[in-house]
């Protein structure tokens, strides 16, 4: 209500068939106090972190909820259903009307950018990006879950269209990435 307030002009332009994609689920509570109405979704394997190979799907899988569940110590169902949930969603990324991701300049952050373009059958409709580094006026910028509804309505109007040589681009570094 305080954001309202303050920007009372501000209407978060996305529509209810717009989805939001996002290395975890840290802003969707902070974008709907906002004023967003589109579709949230979460991807949280972590990239960065534990054997990430370029080898069939399947072994992959087993791979990557074998490391999830070791490290984290989390349950190997509530990881294989999460897991298989996510690239449920993910593989429909292709179809969308309206995309928009959200990420910042760590390894979490921009392996899932990178994974995200290169496994894109063919790019949505309109396809477009919201990345930071920094944000003016915040001395130690650790993350878009830091920021205020405000300050997320903000970078909305920062976004930019995804190039149409982004996928091949991402598919080059997501290979390089996998090598051994």
Known sequence: MASARRHPHFAADDESKTQHWRCGNDIEHSLRL???HGTFHSYTDPLSMGP???IPFADYRSARCTFIQQAFQLD?????RRFDEEQAQWQHLSDAEHAVLWCEADPYDQLFLVRTLSTLKKQPQKLELIAVDNIPGVKRFIGLGQLSPDVLAWLWTQ????PADAPAL???AWTAWCSP
């Open 34 to 36: 906002a004023g967003f």
């Open 52 to 54: 990430v190979q370029d």
């Open 76 to 80: 190997v169902d509530d990881v294989t």
């Open 159 to 162: 976004r930019k269209t995804v």
């Open 170 to 172: 991402a598919y080059q």
